[in-house]
């Protein structure tokens, strides 16, 4: 079993930390007729003018009823981008502590720790693109503080075994993320219904992918009420922006399109692997449990070049670490599909 307690794992600077507090932190509304003359703000209406909630308290409520949890376990950023960045904050000492990460993966942690100068310790998926529990344990120090399981993974589309991460969960002295960014795409349950059992737990999700609004910007993060006030004591009051909020708040209101489009998606997915099965360079097609799929073909900087002569831009994920040839498809609209199909089969 694990050792620590998390308050042990949070940098003193932050323990100590008095956070900002905004205009709309410090009174309690008592009415609808109140005159807010506390923020310097341009009084005249034009649905904008005001600061936004710095709790998102609208959206989190929303949120929380499809998710079947409870509002003061999230925390919202901007992107699900800056809610890591402000774990890094949070836990990791600058030239002193380390993180974990399993390529091949998602980019984003490495950049992140190089942002907030801290080492990260690398630890390859096995062979079947799964987390090798016994070297992760080995590589942690008590300078670990963040092992970053992303499941389903980017680039490789699986997800993890419920064993390999349950044990990690018991056993890494630090805080483990789970990125679920993927998860709406996904047969498999999320870790969110078991966050409760595990105090070093936060998972992240975020209205990207599955949600479609990648353009608005909103990550989400779930974790224990002592992680959630030491996030909210460093994130910047304000940012979430009102138009974010906004139409968070409508799309989560419509789960109704939400799972269209995600039924959609599935069915053009299975549709593009059968196509992919029958295009000669293709040499094998990776199980996938997201909205792309990871494809090893004879040799992917010329495919990756071919396509894009035609006007189509994938992902050439060829130097990664156990990704030789790999290239990595997004699963598009029916029509995009059919396009990315039709020169598939163009080109040789
Ligand atoms: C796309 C993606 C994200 C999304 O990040 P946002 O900042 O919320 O857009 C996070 N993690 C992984 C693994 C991703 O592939």
């Given at each position: 079993m694990n050792t620590f307690n998390i308050n042990s794992l949070i940098r003193d600077n932050i323990k100590t930390l008095k956070p900002y507090s905004s205009a709309r932190d410090e009174y309690k509304a008592t009415g609808t007729d109140m005159v807010f003359l506390d923020a310097n703000e341009n009084p005249y209406e034009n649905g904008v003018n005001r600061y936004p909630d710095p709790k998102q308290s609208a959206v989190k409520v929303a949120l929380a009823k499809v998710k079947n949890c409870n509002p003061a376990n999230m925390v919202l950023g901007n992107?699900?981008?800056?809610?890591?960045?402000?774990?890094f904050r949070a836990f990791c000492e600058p030239k002193q502590d380390n993180i974990i990460t399993l390529p091949p993966t998602y980019g984003m942690y490495k950049v992140l720790a190089g942002v907030n100068d801290v080492k990260v310790r690398e630890v390859f998926l096995t062979a079947a693109f799964q987390p090798n529990v016994d070297n992760i344990l080995s590589a942690a120090d008590e300078n670990s503080k963040i092992l970053f399981l992303c499941s389903p993974n980017n680039p490789t589309g699986n997800s993890f075994s419920n064993e390999a991460v349950e044990k990690l969960l018991k056993e890494f002295n630090g805080i483990i993320v789970i990125d679920e960014a993927y998860t709406d795409f996904s047969s498999q349950e999320s870790w969110l219904n078991r966050l409760e059992e595990f105090p070093n737990l936060i998972i992240t999700q975020t209205l990207s992918k599955a949600y479609g609004m990648a353009g608005i910007r909103l990550g989400i993060c779930y974790a224990s009420l002592t992680i959630v006030d030491v996030l909210n004591r460093i994130k910047p009051p304000y940012n979430v922006n009102l138009l974010t909020q906004y139409k968070a708040l409508e799309r989560i209101q419509d789960q109704k399109s939400v799972a269209q489009e995600i039924?959609?998606?599935?069915?053009?997915?299975?549709?593009?692997?059968?196509?992919?099965?029958?295009?000669?360079?293709?040499?094998?097609?990776y199980p996938s449990d997201a909205n792309f799929i990871l494809v090893q073909v004879d040799n992917a900087d010329l495919r990756y070049q071919q396509l894009i002569t035609k006007g189509i831009v994938i992902r050439n994920r060829t130097t990664q670490p156990l990704c030789e040839n790999c290239l990595r498809f997004t699963v598009g609209t029916a029509v995009e599909n059919q396009r990315l199909i039709a020169v598939l089969k163009e080109i040789e």
């Open positions: 992107g699900s981008d800056e809610i890591l960045d402000l774990i039924a959609n998606i599935q069915k053009n997915k299975a549709q593009l692997i059968s196509a992919l099965e029958n295009v000669p360079f293709v040499k094998k097609i």
